[in-house]
């Protein structure tokens, strides 16, 4: 599944709870807004949490890619110098 379904699907989620809890909310109004602000800066935080770690995970993989391509361009050079001089 894709990264951006399971992020808009969290969202829908989030959007239809806030919404069948405002309409059979037991609380007076003011308690009921303090409450969704505090579930939407909960909501806030752990989407920026599972972001940041997303992005440093993707991140690391590049890095691991990076070396992994200097490695073998190292490896594909000394090979080339090789074959050069066999053939020289």
Do not use: W
Not at 61 to 79: H, V
């Amino acid at each position: 599944m894709k990264i951006s379904s399971i992020i808009i699907s969290t969202l829908c989620a989030a959007a239809a709870g806030v919404i069948a809890g405002t309409l059979i909310a037991p609380d007076k109004g003011y308690k009921t807004r303090r409450n969704l602000a505090k579930k939407g800066h909960n909501y806030k935080d752990y989407l920026q949490d599972n972001f940041d770690d997303l992005s440093d995970s993707i991140s690391h993989s590049f890095e691991t890619l990076e070396d992994e391509t200097k490695r073998l361009s190292k490896k594909a050079k000394a090979n080339a110098k090789e074959v050069k001089a066999m053939v020289n």
